[in-house]
């Protein structure tokens, strides 16, 4: 049997099976942020402490824009927009606006086999870098040796605007330099200066990448929407609910760590256009992201 805890204190949500073989922890006033999980008994989403939040982004889901935005400025519509630069070294906007804003819970249920949450997010105030309205949905099905992420974005505004949309876990490895990646892509990212894409180099294959002594920060252009994660313990299978993707993976500067995140762009999409989509006044967009787990 599951159950879903709600603190209302701290405003975090605790999910767990009667097994103790899955556990899950939502902050709701961290852009509804998933930032621990166990699935099958193996702890793969763990806290990143002494690593904080506002520097990782552990876990949050990036809209309008996933990574980032060059100077923070950007066309659309023969319009000039200027973002706030929340990243202070690079000078750039990061990771979009909806990463430190609170969700509110919509809908809970816990059963036997698996617990559902949805959650959402209502930006009614327009910002001069982005000045349109949404809403946000977000809703987590737990079980046993999965988890399925679906986001909904719905424009609420009478424009049409620009966005791109992403997740950014970090998963743990017993031993990373033993662990791999595996994918299929049709595309590297160049990228430059201050962490900005400044275009692509054709790769056209299946790629193995064994981690071991690689500091990652790096993109793809995906030809699947399904990556592998293999590590001593579990193999961990992504899957994506459309048909263009991008994979971005990133090593922190904690031991056994690794950020591997599905996106819909990459960083400076606004003006290089790559994975670039737009949404009309009343339309909404959606995505899942799911996580299996096989143990080893």
């Not at 698996?114 to 949404?134: M, Q, S, V, W």
């Not at 809703?139 to 999965?146: H, K, L, P, S, V």
């Not at 909904?152 to 031993?175: C, E, M, Q």
């Amino acid at each position: 049997m599951y159950t879903i805890n709600h603190n209302t204190e701290t405003n975090i949500l605790e999910v767990k099976n009667t097994e103790n073989t899955v556990f899950g922890k939502i902050y709701l006033n961290e852009g509804a942020s998933l930032q621990e999980l166990t699935l099958g008994g193996n702890a793969i989403i763990q806290d990143l402490h002494p690593l904080t939040y506002d520097s990782t982004y552990a876990s949050s889901i990036l809209f309008p824009f996933a990574n980032r935005i060059k100077d923070g400025k950007y066309s659309f519509n023969n319009e000039d927009f200027q973002l706030e630069k929340n990243q202070k070294e690079e000078q750039n906007a990061l990771h979009g606006f909806v990463y430190n804003k609170t969700f509110k819970v919509i809908d809970k249920e816990a059963s036997a086999t698996n617990a559902k949450i949805t959650l959402e997010y209502n930006e009614n105030l327009r910002n001069d870098g982005f000045p349109y309205t949404y809403s946000i949905q977000v809703t987590y099905i737990f079980t046993n040796d999965g988890l399925d992420l679906s986001v909904t974005v719905r424009n609420t505004d009478a424009k049409t605007f620009p966005f791109t949309l992403g997740w950014h876990p970090y998963f743990i490895s017993d031993n990373l330099a033993e662990s791999s990646l595996n994918f299929d892509c049709d595309q590297k990212l160049i990228i430059g200066d201050r962490n900005i894409t400044t275009g692509s180099e054709t790769v056209n294959s299946i790629i193995n990448l064994d981690i071991e002594k690689k500091q990652l920060d790096d993109c793809w252009g995906l030809n699947s929407d399904k990556v592998q994660f293999k590590t001593p313990k579990y193999q961990l299978n992504f899957q994506s609910s459309v048909k263009d993707n991008f994979l971005q993976a990133y090593t922190p500067p904690r031991l056994n760590t690794i950020a591997i995140e599905p996106t819909t762009g990459v960083s400076n999409s606004f003006n290089n256009k790559i994975g670039l989509q737009t949404l009309d006044p009343n339309d909404k967009y959606s995505i899942v992201w799911k996580i299996n787990i096989i143990n080893n």
